[in-house]
């Protein structure tokens, strides 16, 4: 059974940083697309990053390129969301997502099959 887990949310205040990290088990890590999503109440879930399966194609958010950083490390089976300069807008549940065997990148939460639980992050002005 495929659990993914994600870690190191927290409270920040704007301007500052801080690492997502989403581990994998019972997944072929390194054959899957990986995504980041994110999901306030009340609101639908929204993408914000996706890379493919050997790290060399991402894509992000408009309202998050130039401040988040996808990456993966396949050998940990490891995804990784680096966010900098946060902003209160930011604040929200993050979610790590595996795609479907054989996607491409995607961003649309309907194309991906697995879901971790979700890591909060607050960011105060």
């Known amino acids: 059974q495929v659990r993914l887990v994600e870690s190191g949310g927290g409270l920040v205040q704007a301007g500052e940083s801080l690492r997502l990290s989403c581990t994998s088990h019972?997944?072929?890590?390194?054959?899957?697309?990986m995504a980041w999503f994110r999901q306030t109440r009340g609101k639908e879930r929204e993408f914000v990053a996706a890379?493919?399966?050997?790290?060399?194609?991402?894509d992000s958010a408009d309202s998050v390129k130039d401040r988040f950083i996808i990456s993966r490390d396949n050998n940990k089976e490891t995804l990784y969301l680096q966010m900098n300069n946060l902003k209160p807008e930011d604040t929200a549940k993050y979610f790590c997502?595996?795609?479907?065997?054989?996607?491409?990148?995607?961003?649309?939460?309907?194309?991906?099959?697995?879901w971790g639980r979700g890591a909060q992050v607050t960011v105060s002005s």
């Open positions: 019972g997944l072929t890590f390194g054959t899957v697309v």
């Open positions: 997502a595996a795609r479907n065997y054989g996607g491409g990148l995607s961003r649309r939460p309907s194309d991906f099959r697995s």
């Open positions: 890379i493919n399966w050997i790290g060399s194609q991402t």
